[in-house]
């Protein structure tokens, strides 16, 4: 009597067994790791270039310089950061843009000898600031060449700045460095020292 009980309760139990292993998951069974297929010096070029892409990523260094007029080159370059400063808190920063130009622009070197041009930024000094981008500014376009051809250029404040060819390329003694930079609008000059400095200033 018993053992007729017993026989389909162990007939139940192999069955219940068979249907947990033919359910099992998928995340149950074993899968191979492809990185554990990797090489250590795949493993540690895959590290090391995904550890550039998050610094990169992280500090923000990937700059791109707009080219589309002299004013958006100069805010948009790190070589002229500083003049970039002025230029864009300046009236004329309109004009710069979009009137075709040539601009002068002393690299941040340049302001080493002048460390005075952080007071044009101050409230108040607007009239020391216009007078000095404008006097880097010349209304027409004109390349390294062009510019070195004549003994004088009008610049925007309506001076004229005079350039020399002795030993160089100078603009009101400041040395004009080879080549330029063309944009859609104008062009850069660039400059290794300050082509003015205003009065009170001074």
Not at 154 to 177: C, F, K, P, W
Request: charge should be negative; proline fraction near 5%; glycine fraction near 6%.
């Amino acid at each position: 009597m018993k053992r007729a009980r017993l026989a389909p309760l162990w007939v139940l139990a192999l069955a219940l067994a068979s249907c947990e292993a033919n359910t099992a998951t998928p995340e149950a069974t074993s899968q191979p790791d492809p990185v554990k297929k990797v090489s250590p010096a795949g493993r540690e070029s895959m590290d090391r270039r995904t550890e550039n892409a998050q610094r990169l990523q992280e500090m923000n260094k990937v700059t791109v310089e707009n080219k589309l007029s002299p004013y958006r080159y100069v805010i948009s370059t790190e070589r002229f950061s500083i003049f970039g400063q002025l230029v864009k808190a300046s009236s004329h920063s309109r004009a710069i843009h979009g009137s075709g130009v040539t601009l002068l622009c002393p690299t941040d070197d340049a302001f080493e000898s002048f460390d005075a041009w952080k007071m044009m930024l101050r409230q108040g000094n607007q009239e020391e600031l216009d007078a000095f981008v404008a006097h880097h500014v010349l209304p027409v376009i004109m390349t390294y060449e062009d510019f070195k051809l004549k003994d004088t250029h009008t610049t925007l404040a309506g001076d004229e700045m005079e350039v020399s060819t002795q030993g160089g390329i100078y603009a009101n003694g400041a040395h004009v460095r080879s080549g330029y930079v063309p944009t859609e609008n104008g062009n850069v000059l660039g400059l290794d020292d300050v082509a003015f400095v205003p009065f009170s200033l001074r």
